[in-house]
Structure formats: structure tokens, C-alpha cells
């Protein structure tokens, strides 16, 4: 059976503006790579409604599992969790659940648990909590659509609240070969040797050291036998 799919949306105009840079992607897909869940696609989006909507709805039709990052927060631009509602036809209103945790927390720090605060237990009709060690402000699944927060240090706290729960495939095994060899010396032979093992994933990474050219081929694949034999093949056909 081949493993479980994913995509990843990361939401947020300061990402697209450069202002930000993404960390989250880098991330998810170590964490997705050994949990035996293949992200396939990632795309982002500002901080658009009609945008975060078309996405949500292409992106968790067309894959197992949809990853979001980012727009979960207290201010007027946090509008995730509004759009995935729209998404997927639920409605959405302040969370008893969500309000307790939240209340409790600002309680505990002595501060006020505004209107501001109070929005982010807005929850879709419908949802699963996501736990948020770091600020306890929750995440949330919707069908299978998964809402997290663009800071990294709570999307990657949510993701590890997340990853338990999903049914994952064989991780996938990884070798690398690294050669002082430009990429037109290995093409022939290293396309030849992907041809014979269709199963398996196959790329060249080029890259310069002191002046001259050099070439990373990277084997991926679920089956680690036949990665090893693959990668004794191309090591017997290039390495000295």
C-alpha cells in the first residue's frame, strides 16, 4: 500500500512579503518523512479569505492529510480559522473547551481575558482540539484538515500533538552519494539506474567546493533493501 499523502498551506502576508521566513515547511516535512506520510505539495497563501478557502477545499480533496500554518492568533488578520470553516460548510463560535483552557491560562498570568484573547477560541463546529503546550492557545482538526500556528515553537508542539494520532506508512529510508563529479558526467548512468528501479525516488543535488563541481545523488525509497542495492549499484558505477 503506498503511504498516506499530504499538503501543507502556510497562511500570512508577512511570509510573502519576505519579512518572515518559513521554518515550518522544513519541519513538517522531516517530521511527515519519518512518520511514513509523503508531503507532496506545498503552497502559500496571504491573508485572504477567498484565497485560504479555494485552497483548503483544492488542497484537502486532493490529499490524505492538509498541514496549515499560521493566522490562529488574537488580531484582526488571524483569519484562519474562519476561512477552513467556510471550507468545509461549518459554522464557528467561541468554544467552551477552548474558552476554559484559555481563561485558566490569563488567569494563572494575571491578565485580562479580552475580547481579543477570547477570539482565539473560536473553534469550527465540529473540531478536535490540537494541544498547545507552549501558549495554550489550541489548534484544531476539521475533517482532515489540521490548523496549527505559524510561531514555530507552537507549530512544532502542535504538530508533535498531531502526528500520534495519524495513521502513517512505511518511513521512508534515505542514502546519499556524494561525488567530486559535475552533473552532466552522472546524468547517463544515474537516469539508467532510475529507470531500473521505478519504486524508488532518485535525485541529483549539484554543488561547487573550492572551485570545482561537485554532485550529491540521493536515493529515497520505503523499501531500505532495495535502496541499499540501488545505492551499491551506483556506488560500484561512480565512487573510485
Do not use: W
Request: proline share 5%; net charge negative; aromatic share 6%.
Amino acid at each position: 500500500m503506498p503511504n498516506p499523502t499530504a499538503a501543507m498551506l502556510v497562511i500570512g502576508d508577512e511570509i510573502l512579503s519576505g519579512r518572515t521566513r518559513d521554518s515550518n515547511m522544513h519541519f513538517i516535512a522531516n517530521a511527515l518523512t519519518a512518520r511514513g506520510i509523503d508531503l507532496a505539495e506545498v503552497r502559500v497563501v496571504a491573508d485572504v479569505h477567498a484565497e485560504i478557502v479555494a485552497a483548503v477545499q483544492a488542497l484537502s480533496a486532493k490529499y490524505d492529510h492538509l498541514f496549515t500554518s499560521g493566522g490562529i492568533g488574537p488580531t484582526h488578520d488571524d483569519i484562519t480559522a474562519d476561512a477552513v470553516a467556510a471550507a468545509f460548510g461549518a459554522g464557528i463560535s467561541h468554544r467552551a473547551d477552548a474558552m476554559a483552557l484559555l481563561g485558566a491560562h490569563y488567569a494563572r498570568q494575571g491578565m485580562e481575558f479580552n475580547a481579543a484573547r477570547q477570539r482565539m477560541a473560536r473553534i469550527p463546529d465540529g473540531a478536535v482540539l490540537i494541544e498547545n503546550p507552549v501558549s495554550v492557545a489550541p489548534g484544531f482538526s476539521l475533517g482532515n484538515c489540521h490548523v496549527m500556528a505559524g510561531v514555530p515553537k507552537v507549530f512544532e508542539a502542535m504538530v508533535a500533538s498531531v502526528l500520534p494520532m495519524l495513521t502513517g506508512g512505511a518511513p521512508l529510508v534515505t542514502q546519499n552519494l556524494r561525488l567530486m563529479l559535475g552533473e552532466g558526467t552522472v546524468a547517463e548512468g544515474f537516469g539508467a539506474l532510475a529507470a531500473e528501479y521505478p519504486d524508488l525516488s532518485m535525485g541529483s543535488y549539484p554543488f561547487t567546493q573550492d572551485g570545482a563541481y561537485g554532485t550529491n545523488l540521493v536515493i529515497r525509497g520505503a523499501d531500505g533493501a532495495q535502496v541499499a542495492a540501488a545505492m551499491a549499484r551506483l556506488t560500484a558505477m561512480f565512487a573510485p
